[in-house]
């Protein structure tokens, strides 16, 4: 695991901008970077942000040590000695706000505001990207699957296919946070206290001389927890009743077995005919768990064919983010100082969606007090009041800036909360069944259509009418220079 110094875990090119700044006598000038994504995976109508306790755990540790210095003098014969003592000195002084984890996310928002010195705030944009990207791309995946998977039970099996130990172990985390009840990794269980459960493999079965004697020894050895694979040699001839069999010796135990696990063939076939042959033999409470390369549409279409399964067991395609392995997270400086004030700057692109959104903002969940329901994000300069007090506000469209309403009775959430100011921490970060319940609390303020798999309804995020304002003049400024 990566758990040492983390500090280099950075892009050679932001340590190059921060000697360049030092060289200048920038270093110390101020800036604000925004966090943000600019399309949703999966066709999702939301994003599940996540990846805060690990970036919070991050910013704690940061410090350029022997080995680091050592290693950036060799690397890099420019860096002069007085700059590597500046970075042996260095301390994060920046004040980070953030969305809570398990909030639902959407594209072109501030999710997170970095604020301090350049020279701080430079060094961090690569592992706050890498962090925020692969969690919230997992608890994004994990959401979808959820939505399908409805009061299933959801375990979490992916760390023999994750893109090694760190996706595993804070991927497993992330889909917890979105909803799964469960992971088989032992070491995400310890650290962040997820549930853990296992079945066992094929090789338990091929490990023994029949099918039989591997279901008798496994319930022999663990009775309170008897989940049986039976798919090594023929689900339903050989392992379904050799599965029954064991049992009802666990029955004369005053034992019951939990679940049988299937793990190939026709998923929703087999799990009928299983559940037919398990009531008959009046085992009506063993449950029936379904793996094999699952995702969101298989488990749809499993549920839409009448398969009796209640536990899916989801790997491969949640751990990797299956079609969409990233999310295009992005890190953009949208003010610098200028005197003791900041100057909004903007980056033009011929890709309208591209240009950044100028200024220090801040990121309201304007909820309708009529419905209960969320009506639109609202973006708005950070000295902007009326939406704080409630006074009535213009929502529109910033593609399409005609399409607007008002409202009046609202109650407007603000979402980037203070989580480092001057460097200290000052968030109390939850603990995760805390983020878990709050990720659920955040659904129910959407509408159905918006949450749905395919061809959601899109939620509207909106630009205050001076922040619009203030991005039409600087766009208009900087094109004309050109
Ligand atoms: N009823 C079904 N409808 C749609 N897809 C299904 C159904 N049952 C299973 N699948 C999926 O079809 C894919 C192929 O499964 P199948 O068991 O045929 O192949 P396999 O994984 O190569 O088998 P094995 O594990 O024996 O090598 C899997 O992703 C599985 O989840
Ligand atoms: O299919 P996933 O969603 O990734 O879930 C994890 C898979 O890992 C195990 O398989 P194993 O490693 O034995 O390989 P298999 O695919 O040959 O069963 C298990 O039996 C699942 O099928
Ligand atoms: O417990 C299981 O059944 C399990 C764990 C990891 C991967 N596949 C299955």
Known sequence: MCDGNMTLHTDKYQINMMYSHWVNGSHNDKAVFDVYFRKLPFGNGFAVFAGLQRIADYIRSLSFG????????????????????????????????????????????????????????????????????????????????????????????????????????????????????????????????????????????????????????????????????????????????????????????????????????????????????????????????????????????????????????????????????ALGGVYKLVARQAGDGYEPVIKISGNPEKITTPGLKELYRIINRQTGKAEADYITLREETDVREGKRIKLFDPLHPYLHKYMDDYEAIPLLQPVFAGGELVARLPQLDEIRAYHRRQLELFLPEQLRKLNPEVYPVDLSETAWQLKMNLLHQYSKRQ
């Open 66 to 325: 022997d080995a680091e210095i050592a290693y950036l003098r060799e690397q890099e014969e420019n860096y002069r000695e007085d700059f590597l003592e500046e970075l042996r000195r260095f301390q994060f002084t920046a004040n980070v706000h953030a969305v809570p984890e398990g909030t639902l996310v959407f594209p072109n928002e501030p999710i997170m505001r970095i604020e301090g010195r350049i020279f701080e705030v430079q060094l961090i944009e690569t592992a706050v990207l890498n962090y925020m990207n692969y969690q919230t791309l997992i608890a994004t995946k994990a959401a979808r699957i959820k939505r399908v998977a409805g009061d299933d039970m959801l375990l979490e099996f992916g760390s023999r296919r994750a893109q090694e130990a760190d996706a595993a172990v804070w991927g497993a985390r992330a889909a917890y946070i979105a909803g799964f009840d469960a992971t088989s990794n032992m070491l995400a269980g310890m650290r962040f206290g997820i549930p853990t459960k296992g079945t066992h493999a094929h090789a338990w079965v091929q490990g023994h001389a029949t099918e039989q004697e591997a279901f008798d020894h496994y319930a022999a050895a663990l009775p309170d927890q008897v989940t049986l694979l039976v798919d090594t040699y023929d689900t339903l001839a050989s392992g379904v009743p050799h599965a029954i069999r064991t049992a009802k010796k666990l029955e004369q135990q005053g034992k019951r077995m939990n679940a049988i696990r299937l793990d190939s063939g026709d998923l929703a076939l087999l799990s009928k005919k299983a559940r037919e042959m398990l009531d008959q033999a009046g085992l009506p409470y063993v449950k029936i768990v379904a793996s094999n390369d699952l995702d969101e549409t298989l488990i749809f279409n499993l549920k839409g064919q009448g398969a009796r399964i209640d536990t899916w067991g989801v790997g491969t395609q949640l751990i990797t983010g299956g079609s969409e392995p």
